[in-house]
């Protein structure tokens, strides 16, 4: 791990950029909370790199599993004291409580046929919570079926930010 100090908001911006005409291509709108962003950026300490690779995934199956027209994927970045709370939220399908656990497993998709068509392999999510794990943090899912899913973890501020 290399830990350096960097800004959410814009690494969230290139990560939308990047998928944007995935996006696009299923009418899918993705939004960055709160607005007005905070004009200095939200910096945290952590491992761009993987960060940004978790954030890649967490994304992409928002817009992949979210809702076939009409999806909204929403970014949200509050800052606490101590740490920057993020989460990923679709209106789609989402995820059964007995499936809930199951989808941090590696190769575990829900419902094969479906997710089959939509490409992937089962690992995302696997690696997702190995490298929030390893920034001694947790990935929390908070899902409903039939209203969405929202995935969420907490990422250090830099000391010298804190109030
Ligand atoms: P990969 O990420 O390796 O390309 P994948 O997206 O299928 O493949 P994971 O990201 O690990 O793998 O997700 C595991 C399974 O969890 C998915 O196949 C899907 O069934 C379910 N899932 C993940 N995110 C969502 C979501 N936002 N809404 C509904 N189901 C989801
Ligand atoms: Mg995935």
Do not use: C, W
Request: proline share 4%; aromatic share 4%; charged share 25%.
């Amino acid at each position: 791990m290399r830990r350096q100090r960097f800004d959410l908001v814009a690494l969230v911006q290139e990560i939308f950029e990047l998928l944007e005409q995935q996006a696009g291509r299923r009418g899918t709108t993705l939004t960055l909370f709160p607005t007005p962003l905070p004009e200095a950026g939200l910096p945290v300490v952590a491992d761009r790199n993987r960060i940004r690779q978790v954030l890649i995934n967490l994304i992409d199956n928002a817009i992949k599993y979210g809702r076939e027209t009409g999806g909204q994927v929403v970014v949200s970045l509050v800052a606490g004291r101590e740490s920057v709370r993020v989460t990923v939220r679709d209106n789609g399908a989402g995820i059964a409580p007995e499936h809930q656990a199951r989808v941090f497993e590696r190769f575990y998709r829900v419902e094969k046929s479906r997710t089959r068509a939509a490409g992937g392999t089962g690992l995302g999510l696997a690696i997702s919570k190995h490298i929030i794990e390893a920034h001694k943090s947790n990935i929390r899912i908070k899902s409903a079926v039939g209203e969405g899913t929202a995935m969420e973890f907490k990422l250090p501020r830099p000391k010298e930010v804190r109030v």
